[in-house]
């Protein structure tokens, strides 16, 4: 019975990251619910993720 060690085919396919040249972060906030709802609509209205139009409101 084998233990331990690697597997054949596992882990993550050759190439997946290549070509990928900007690494993305992840961050948290914490909001109310009706918060969370109005940025949601806002972000619709403006035609934008959550992340891209928090991350541009904030930066601005």
């Given at each position: 019975m084998?233990s331990g060690?690697?597997?054949?085919?596992?882990?993550?396919p050759?190439?997946?990251?290549?070509g990928?040249t900007?690494?993305?972060?992840?961050i948290?906030?914490?909001a109310?619910?009706?918060?969370?709802?109005q940025?949601?609509d806002l972000?619709k209205k403006?035609?934008?993720?959550?992340?891209?139009?928090?991350?541009?409101?904030?930066l601005?």
């Open positions: 084998p060690g690697k597997r054949a085919g596992a882990g993550r050759l190439g997946t990251i290549k990928r900007v690494e993305y972060k992840t948290s906030i914490s109310l619910p009706e918060e969370v709802e940025i949601k972000a403006a035609g934008k993720t959550v992340s891209r139009y928090l991350v541009e409101l904030a601005t």
